[in-house]
């Protein structure tokens, strides 16, 4: 995919077939056998270097994640227990994976994604994408300790009520993100 990078592309398991959705455009590609007998693509390669194998394309598109992606406009995108990607696309939205392992991407827009559930062995993936981006911890129990600079965006919590111990665990990791409420 010349000029495409792997940030710039959502995959959709759908009837059995495949939905390759670009983020900068909002075009889309439809392979309807991708996941069925060993049809379909079978490798991916990006602009900047990257392959994604049969293996990577298939995760993507069904095995990890479920997939919702917002409008151009404002939205406010509510997840749920289970593993998702979830991307506001343009506008500034309101994303909240409520629990699980989500990959959450702002892209374009003054966005606010939010970790309100953390069960044990939950780490979010988020990324704000372009705009200035807003990660909240507010309505998460526990309290939080955030790190942009040495540990390169990672968000641990104790699960107690008092910050930063040794047994921390990590939560979330996070990309493109100018502010965080704790």
Do not use: C, H
Request: charged share 20%; aromatic share 8%; proline share 1%.
């Amino acid at each position: 995919l010349n000029n495409i990078n792997p940030e710039d592309v959502r995959l959709l398991s759908e009837s059995g077939g495949m939905v390759i959705r670009f983020t900068t455009s909002g075009e889309f590609v439809t392979d309807l056998q991708s996941l069925t007998d060993g049809y379909g693509i079978d490798k991916i390669i990006f602009g900047d270097g990257n392959i994604w194998s049969r293996a990577d394309i298939l995760y993507w598109a069904k095995e990890g994640s479920a997939f919702y992606g917002g409008t151009s406009g404002a939205d406010q995108i509510i997840g749920s227990e289970y593993d998702q990607r979830l991307s506001g696309n343009l506008g500034a939205d309101y994303i909240d994976g409520r629990g699980s392992s989500d990959i959450i991407f702002g892209d374009g827009g003054n966005d606010t994604l939010a970790v309100s559930i953390s069960m044990l062995g939950d780490i979010d993936q988020l990324d704000g994408g372009e705009g200035n981006d807003t990660v909240t911890f507010q309505d998460l129990s526990t309290p939080v300790f955030v790190d942009l600079v040495l540990n390169q965006g990672e968000v641990r919590t104790s699960d107690t009520f008092s910050a930063s111990t040794s047994s921390d665990r990590l939560i979330a990791t996070l990309i493109g993100v100018e502010n965080v409420i704790d």
